[in-house]
Structure formats: structure tokens, C-alpha cells
């Protein structure tokens, strides 16, 4: 010892420069070497002192508070309120109540040899010894423990700490770091690193040992002790002079820096980095985040530090899709941990393609979409993925198809569904209202719901000044066609099952003769009684027989809605029925041809049994075809010159 100490004290003179990572915490002391925690307090064992300190390091400059005198201490070891220490060269191991205010040292054991370092695991107090090469225990809960030799022949046996079964040594001189397993009963030391010039002070933390050099030019290096072969890693390489023993408070390691008498720390506490899980390969950036503590760097394919180096993300694309990747986190005290983060492929999403669908288009359920159980977005689609052409508006509007599997993973896929002006936007695709003429004197024909929303006037005539209030231009037109009996008809708009009337009912129309290109206005309303604020069309118009109508109903001002026609029969002329009459028709019953006899009819209409409507044929010659329709029973009215006829007749 004494030749050791006489070359220290030729070295702690020197100036070393502290690394970036080292920090002083406090100086001051001949000699430092054992240290060990209590709550914030460090007590420190001052060789060359013959002292025992103790500081707060939760001060910033934290001053030494004497404790008792020791002769040449060394080692430490806090177990509750007793602090352990040894007498280095005496080889005495005593321990005090730090609660006392005058603590009285007791003795515990003379090994008659140096003592160096300690360690308890349960009642039993691991004692190292450089000069008698072995490790000795002792039962502290026996009042003179006897010394057992737990492993003899290990040269220079010097700094110790045990994690598990495990018991780590450091040996001095040799330079080495070896473990045994205390539960063997002959325990064989196994080298776990060579080459560290003066092995001294051991901690833990976490899966690495930290090792102190304990040479002029110390250093700090480590060790991965869950790895079968692990490798030295330097932490600190410089500013360290005859580094001692280690203790750890849970985020500094702090280390006897005996050369440059002082105590030294540098943060080892290891990050943490909870799992990142599963990203999908389509996904958008992913903001990386949850380490612990903060402040440091995460690194790996596919991560891009924002411009900030605070904050980072993961880019899938960009790391190369399908795949796991390792995401490592370095802590500023340049401790790194890693996660491992898995790059899912999304699912295979499609949908057919393009479509073109009138405004008026009914409300249908959108599907095929593949694979099922998707939904759709996008305009005019209702929930349960409906599409409402009327609700989307004439144009082209994306459709897009959402699927998500089972791991959280989405794909998607569009197409175009155009909507187009229904074809009774204009006069050439208006609609046959043939069904609501030709019935019964004073009955009452109401078509289905119409709806003018998303209609046009583009290419409509004009209207005839005076027709409509205040000369109203067209807007929102819906064509109709029917073609005239030689009857009167009433001609109304009624708001029947509409859910969206249009506004007030305010209807208007206008009636052409002639064809599409090179149409006559005939006639034309606005009010059924403005006075009373009855808004509707009403219109009376004596049909020419044979004559094609076209008819245009619009809302007055621009209003848009839902509406039906009402027809109803004014004229009065006398049916003849033709068992009264030479004209016959066969067979009756019949499977659908009718032979017509001893007529020449210009018209014929067929209404069934409820008397709506279902055949209208202009010159019909001498047969009939009925075989599309329904079974049942169905009446005929017959027009010949002025005199009108009628039939009853059976389908089977």
C-alpha cells in the first residue's frame, strides 16, 4: 500500500481537463475513495483524510460535513442506518449508526490483511482483499462473526458488487473484471474483461457494470452483463485520475476521483422507450415520442429529425415499406436503448369503375367495393352508403372507398360518378304522361313525385310575356309530353306525398304544340288563386286529337322541390258500349292479341280494373297486343271519328 500510495500522491497534482460528460460535484479531500448513499446524502470514505464525509448532492455546491474519524477508510456500504466501512490497511470492517450525532464505531471483523471492498446479500457481508487475494464473508447478525473464505487465489481482489447469483470482482493490479456464482458451492471466477490497467471501483445499473480504471489516466468503461460475450465500451476517457469506487443514486454515477482529489459524476441512468407497435405503410408521418428522460435523439432507417433535433418522426415510405425496423433512442448523457417498430402492408382496396347517372337518378346502395365491409365518402353519399344524385348535384364528384383491416390498417380506392341533367331536362327526353289522360268524366289522375332541384332552363323557348308574374324567367324546368284526345283537361300541380314541397307550391307551366326544334306556345299559368295565396298551376287546355304536347313546369323565383300532377277529364262525351254495336273483338278472354272488327278506331285506350291508364294506341289497325300486360280485368275505350265506344275484356 504504501509504495501505491507514494506513486498517487506524485500524480494527483496533475491538471486533467473534464469531459463533456463529466461532472465535479465536489473537492477538497486528500485521498477519495469508498462512497456510498443514503437518501441524498453521499458519505465518503477520505484514505489519506483518516476521514469519513459526508455531502448533500442535491445542493449545487454542496460542502463536506465531517462524520468520524477512520484510519486509512476505504470501502463503503450503507444497510439502513448503519454505514459499513473498512480500515483499509488495518483490514478492520466497523460500521456506525448514522442517526447518531456522535456515532460510536463497533467492530464487526479483522482480516488481518487489507480490506477493500464491500457488498451485503442478506445477512451476509462480502468483504474483498487486495493483499490476501480473496473474498471473505460474514453473518452480520451474529455478535462475533466467524470469517469465511468464499474464493481464495484471485489476485489483488479489489472492487465488488454482486446483481443476482452473481458476485463481480475487479482485480487491481492484473487489470481484470471476473464474476463467480455465489450459489456454487466451489465458485470458479470467470474473466469477463482483461486489459483495464488498474481495475477498481464496480457498479451496476440496469444490465450494464461500470468499471473504474484506476489509473493515472483513468477511465470509465462498461460492460453489457446480460450478454454472453460482452464488449468493453468506454463512457469517459478522460478527466479521471486514479479513479476509486462507484456509487449510484439512480441517474449519476458518482465516482471517487482520488488523483485530482474529488468527487466526480457523469449520468448513467439508462432511457427508457416503451414500444412503438405497429405503423401502417400508408400511414402518415408518425410523430416519435415516449422516451424517457427527454431531451435526447431518436435515430434509424426511415427517421428525419424535424429541423429542431427536439422532435422527430417515422416515415414507412421512406424506411422502405413492409418491414422491421430498429428505433434507437441515445439520452443526452449518450445512453441508448432501442424498439423495434413493425411496417404493416395495407390492404388491397378496390372499386369499379367510373359512372354517369341522371339528377333524377333514384337513391341507390353503392357496393363493390372489395374487400368488404368498407365505407364510401364523398358528395351526395347518405349514411349506409347510399348515393343521391339530386343531393350530389349535376358534375363529377369523387367517390372514395374506405376499407380497415383488422390491424388497423386502411386502403382506399375512387371513382367518378358524373351527374348529368335528367333526360327531361330538355324537351327531346321529356316525360310520357300519356297515363294521366283519356280517363273517366271528373276522375282525378295523380302522377308520381317529381322533383325540379338540379334542373336547368338551358335551351328552353321563351314564355310569352304576361304569362307567368312579373314576366318570371325559366329556372329549374322539368319537361312532360302527352299527346291530345280531342278531350278537356285540368292540368294541376298538388303536393301529394311530398316530403320537400316546393316552396308554397308556386308552380308555373307552359304548353307547346309542334315538335322540340320548332315549338308554338298554346297555353300557359302562373296561380291557381293568387288572391288567396293558392300558388299552384291550374290549367285548362282543350286537346286537339292526335296532337303531341310538350310541357314545361317550373318553380316561380328559382324554387326547387318536390310536386305531383293531377289530370283530370272535363269532357262529357257519351260512350257507347259496342254490344250495342256491330264492332267485335276476339277472342275474349284473350292471352294478349286482339282482333279489332268492323272499326276503323283512330284511338284506343286500355285502363285496368282500378282505371288507371295502361295502353294508349293511336291508329291501332285491327289487333291489339296486351300480352305484356298482367292478368286480370281491363276496359277498352274505342275513338272512331266523334263517337266513342267502350269494351270490357279479360286477360288470362
Known sequence: MKSRFTFLIAFYLLAFNASAQLVDVVGGL?????????????????????????????????????????IHPAGLLMAGNDLYYTEYEGGKVKKIDITQPNPTPIDIVDLAGFASALYLSGNMLYISSENLNSIF????????PTVETVISGLSEAYGMVGAGDFLYI??????????VNLTSPNPTPVTLATGLGLGAGLTINGNFLYIAHGAAAGKLSRLAINQSNPTLEVVVDSGLNRPELCAFDGIDLYISNSGNMKISKISIALPSFSPIGNVCANGALNNLGGASPTGGTYSGTGVTDNGNGETFTFNAAAAGGPGTYTITYTAINGNMVTSMLTVLSPPIVTIPGDETVPLDFP??????????????SGPGVLPGNLFNASLAGIGMHTITYTYTDANGCSGSASVTITVIPPASDICDGAKDINNLFGAAFNV????????????????????DGGCFFDNDPLQNTIWYKFIGDGNTYRIRSVQCGATNYILNGDTQVAIYSGDCGDLTQVACNEDEDAGNNILNVNLDILTQQGQTYWMLMDGYSGAQGQFCLEVTNLTTTAVTEISETNIRISPNPTSGIVQLSNVDADLVQVFDATGRLVLHKTLPGNSLDLSKSPAGVYFLRIIENDAVYSARLVKE
Do not use: E, M
Not at 36 to 51: E, M, P
Not at 137 to 144: E, G, M, Y
Not at 446 to 458: D, E, K, P, R
Open 30 to 70: 486528500a485521498y477519495p475513495w469508498g462512497l456510498a448513499f443514503h437518501g441524498n446524502d453521499l458519505f465518503i470514505a477520505d484514505n489519506a483524510g483518516d476521514k469519513i464525509y459526508k455531502i448533500d448532492v442535491t445542493q449545487s455546491n454542496p460542502a463536506l460535513i465531517y462524520v468520524i474519524p477512520a
Open 137 to 144: 464473508r460474514v453473518d452480520i447478525t451474529q455478535p462475533n
Open 170 to 179: 475487479s482485480q487491481y493490479g492484473p487489470g481484470n473484471v471476473v464474476k
Open 444 to 463: 282525378p289522375q295523380v302522377s308520381t313525385l317529381y322533383n325540379n332541384t338540379g334542373f336547368t332552363s338551358t335551351g328552353d323557348p321563351a314564355v
Open 363 to 376: 337513391v341507390t346502395a353503392l357496393n363493390g367495393g372489395s374487400p368488404l365491409g368498407g365505407t364510401y
